[in-house]
């Protein structure tokens, strides 16, 4: 089976020569263990989570930046061209390097770029290896063929959280030695960090290059300087035609003599994500070029890793990937890049986006089971912390997506014996929800709603905070938390059915719920965001009210959820997902910028995110029947694929036009719910015999 690879993310000197714009399109790369790497197109460093190589706990997922930058100089002859970038913290932009970048593109997964300097080509890419997390760095030399050619490159380390930042007089314990073709740093004595290089010579240093200057962290509000130990230099000479290059890695690894076959492993990873979507549900090799884009990447947000307990980590199985790309056990997702990690609510609203609607069914059902052990009084956890802390509970919403997810996968494996198996724990956590729960969260029974949360509490997923306080405070019944505990309990219907058992229970609750639902409707027809809150109902338009007609079960009647998404598209609906406040409403921010307590009071008050317009679009196609038209509704997140990012969608965009992104340049729930919609949409079309055969519907 011939795989087309997406070829469109690609960029001439008309942006990679202009430094503003080279800087706003970032690349970043997954090792599939929680660990990444990341830069510019300028190759510049913006931010402090901008570097080749940080390392994550291979429990805890707790991330070190060890491998910060390679300061690359081009030597011919006499002359030396750095290929680099930096900012420094004096104002100076010194080397201009990206004034030398004829192209930029990304092979798959793989950054490319292409200098041009008189007559003479080299390419460079960066990569992981796949199944580990070693980092390769290497250049291909096309022209010219008849003079030697070489590059001196400084390797620029650190070793510090990814969080935070170094300066030199904090690390006077940083080192480095040579060992044959390797050069090691170290951090007092213990080995940190390999290079390895079988085409070039290593040589020790211990240089510190200060005050690098982040503007973005400037932009932020938070630190934007910082120092990087030289651990050493590497003089490689390049050969025509050959990859030649190094490795970086947290432990010893053979020097690589041939790049092109480790690069190959690379590309066929990343036509296997492709292929394996395409054999396991129909018709992915005739996807548009930014929907087999976003199957590459969603493999960033899958890892493996050592599962921790939910009150303190333990060592279980550690995962691998088996021959079909799947993850074998241990699998997790990566909530987004780069400072978010192990979270419950993400994961499960990303899951059948990431796993499902791309073949990947064993991983989904390993995250699924590996999550049961942390439920506790029948709530999920809201985040696993990157220190080790224990699991942290303050989530009403977590365990109902996750009873979706089992929904999902159900319904694209009819697994029943996993079913059997989780059956009992879903009904705990109902039970849960039904008598009471921690953080006020429990049904009321005079209507059949959940009420939820406790003053100080913010268990939605509006949950920021600033100086402690809630940002966006919705305690009372909200509104998608209904539209997911109706959901759930005709799920649970549904599921008690399968084995025989009598689904009474759950459908009399379910019909209560409804019941109860109707006082969510206002007079206009769209639906209160949150009822008998501390403060009465709250009516602002928000677009948490789209979960009451984009899950599987709604609560309103085909009327209701009309004039529903009727509201949402006239006063939230963008290019790229939904506000999160309507422009009209009082206090409305139309961009998300700032310090971190301007960003966090204004993080949903306004501004757009991404995994609403998967719902939106599900929601359009309920009431309208057109499925060709919510599909086009995901077309304008192809051109985002080439901005922030690249190849990837972010977290969230400014509230007014032009809609720029903001916060997490990759974010798994962006990238799952649009996948996932893209999938639903295209069956509802094969269906309908409007468009070619893609994939079987399973919804």
């Not at 087999?292 to 493996?304: E, N």
Request: aromatic share 10%; charged share 20%.
């Amino acid at each position: 089976m011939r795989i087309k690879m997406p070829a469109f993310i690609r960029f001439g000197r008309e942006i990679c020569g202009d430094l503003a714009q080279a800087e706003h399109r970032e690349w970043w790369l997954a090792d599939g263990f929680g660990g990444y790497a990341a830069g510019t197109v300028a190759q510049s460093l913006t931010r402090r989570y901008h570097g080749l190589l940080f390392s994550a706990d291979p429990v805890t997922l707790s991330r070190r930046l060890l491998f910060a930058k390679a300061e690359v100089v081009l030597v011919d002859g006499e002359h030396r061209h750095p290929l680099g970038t930096n900012h420094w913290t004096s104002g100076a932009l010194e080397p201009t390097g990206h004034r030398l970048i004829e192209s930029f593109r990304l092979d798959g997964s793989t950054p490319v770029w292409r200098f041009e300097i008189g007559d003479i080509i080299v390419e460079q890419r960066i990569w992981f290896i796949p199944g580990s997390s070693t980092l390769c760095l290497a250049w291909n030399l096309e022209r010219p063929l008849d003079r030697p050619l070489a590059l001196d490159i400084a390797l620029l380390c650190n070793d510090r959280d990814h969080h935070g930042e170094t300066h030199a007089g904090a690390r006077p314990d940083l080192a480095s030695g040579v060992n044959d073709d390797r050069l090691c740093l170290l951090a007092g004595d213990e080995p940190r960090l390999f290079f390895a290089s079988a085409h070039g010579r290593f040589r020790t240093d211990a240089t510190w290059y200060h005050d690098f200057f982040l503007p973005i962290e400037q932009a932020r509000g938070l630190p934007d300087h910082e120092d990087h130990f030289c651990a050493g230099h590497l003089h490689l000479p390049l050969l025509p035609g050959r990859q030649v290059g190094f490795t970086a890695s947290r432990h010893p690894q053979p020097a690589q003599s041939d790049f092109n076959d480790v690069l190959m492993r690379r590309h066929a990873r990343d036509a296997n994500r492709i292929q394996h979507a395409a054999l396991c549900i129909q018709g992915y090799l005739d996807t548009p070029d930014w929907i087999r884009q976003l199957l590459i990447d969603s493999d960033r947000f899958l890892i493996h890793r050592i599962a921790p307990s939910a009150a303190s980590p333990f060592p279980t199985d550690l995962a691998y990937w088996n021959d079909r790309g799947e993850l074998a056990s241990g699998a997790a997702v990566v909530a987004g890049y780069p400072w978010f990690a192990d979270w419950g609510r993400d994961t499960f609203i990303a899951l059948p986006g990431l796993t499902l609607a791309t073949g990947r069914f064993v991983v989904a059902r390993r995250i699924l089971e590996a999550w049961s052990h942390f439920i506790q009084d029948g709530l999920l956890p809201n985040l696993l912390p990157e220190n080790g802390g224990g699991a942290e509970y303050n989530s009403a919403d977590a365990a109902l997506w996750y009873i979706e997810a089992w929904r999902a996968y159900y319904q694209h494996t009819g697994d029943r014996a996993a079913l059997r198996h989780v059956l009992p724990l879903l009904k705990r956590i109902v039970d849960a929800y039904t008598h009471g729960t921690r953080f006020g969260i429990g049904v009321d029974p005079s209507d059949g709603l959940l009420r939820a949360g406790e003053p100080g509490s913010q268990i939605t997923w509006m949950d920021a905070r600033v100086d402690g306080v809630p940002a966006t405070p919705r305690s009372g019944k909200p509104v998608e938390l209904n539209a997911l505990w109706y959901n759930a309990l005709r799920i649970l219907e549904a599921f008690v059915s399968v084995f025989g058992e009598d689904p009474a229970r759950y459908a009399e609750q379910a019909a209560h719920t409804r019941a109860g639902f109707a006082r969510f409707i206002r007079p206009d027809g769209g639906l209160h965001d949150v009822i008998d809150g501390p403060d009465g109902d709250d009516a602002r338009l928000r677009p948490n009210q789209i979960f009451a007609v984009s899950l599987t079960h709604s609560p309103l009647d085909a009327a209701a959820q009309q004039h529903v998404v009727a509201q949402v598209a006239q006063h939230l609906l963008t290019s790229y997902g939904l506000r999160t406040l309507a422009p009209s409403e009082p206090g409305y921010r139309p961009n998300y910028v700032g310090g971190v307590n301007e960003r966090d009071s204004g993080y949903h008050q306004g501004p757009v995110w991404a995994w609403l317009l998967g719902h939106y679009a599900l929601a359009e196609y309920r009431v309208s029947g057109d499925a060709e038209q919510a599909l086009a509704r995901l077309n304008p997140l192809r051109d985002h694929l080439l901005d922030s990012g690249l190849g990837s969608i972010s977290e969230l965009f400014d509230g007014d036009a032009p809609h720029a992104s903001r916060g997490a340049p990759c974010q798994a729930w962006s990238v799952a719910c649009t996948l996932q919609a893209w999938h639903r949409l295209t069956c509802a079309l094969q269906k309908e015999g409007r468009g070619k055969p893609r994939m079987p519907l399973k919804h």
